[in-house]
């Protein structure tokens, strides 16, 4: 098993034992690589609320430009996706994303960007390993 299915595996368990329902996913039919889905319920309007969590770097099929640990192993790159459960009505997209654009220079994690194709909201974080 390769570290990156070992570490999706322990965030799994972690998630799980703070009472939250995660499943882990292939990313699609085509391809060996997989993601955590983290159920995090429904919210006060019955949207569903996920969050997804991928590591990519350890199995030898994408490295973060060639960097190695003092062991010698592959970097890995843990990525985690926040989706808010709503759509941007398309009459808002500019708006929406120029404020966003704002957001993102005010805090200290930036990450918030327009899914233009789904019309959507979400939250990135990447961290490199």
């Known amino acids: 098993m390769d570290k990156s299915k070992m570490l999706l595996?322990?965030?799994?368990?972690?998630?799980?034992?703070?009472?939250?329902?995660a499943v882990i996913l292939p990313?699609?039919?085509?391809?060996?690589?997989?993601?955590?889905i983290v159920y995090g319920g429904k919210?006060?309007?019955?949207?569903l609320q996920l969050i997804e969590i991928s590591v990519t770097g350890a199995s030898g099929t994408e490295k973060?430009?060639?960097?190695?640990?003092?062991?010698?192993e592959p970097s890995l790159r843990i990525q985690i996706d926040a989706i808010f459960p709503f759509a941007v009505a398309d009459i808002a997209l500019a708006d929406v994303a120029q404020f966003l654009h704002f957001i993102n220079l005010q805090v200290e994690l930036p990450g918030f960007y327009l899914d233009h194709m789904n019309?959507?909201?979400?939250?990135?974080?990447v961290h490199l390993m």
């Open 119 to 125: 019309d959507r909201i979400l939250y990135r974080y």
């Open 9 to 21: 595996q322990e965030i799994q368990s972690f998630v799980k034992e703070a009472g939250l329902d």
């Open 43 to 47: 919210d006060a309007h019955e949207r």
């Open 64 to 72: 973060v430009k060639g960097a190695k640990d003092p062991a010698g």
């Open 27 to 36: 990313v699609d039919n085509a391809s060996s690589e997989e993601r955590l």
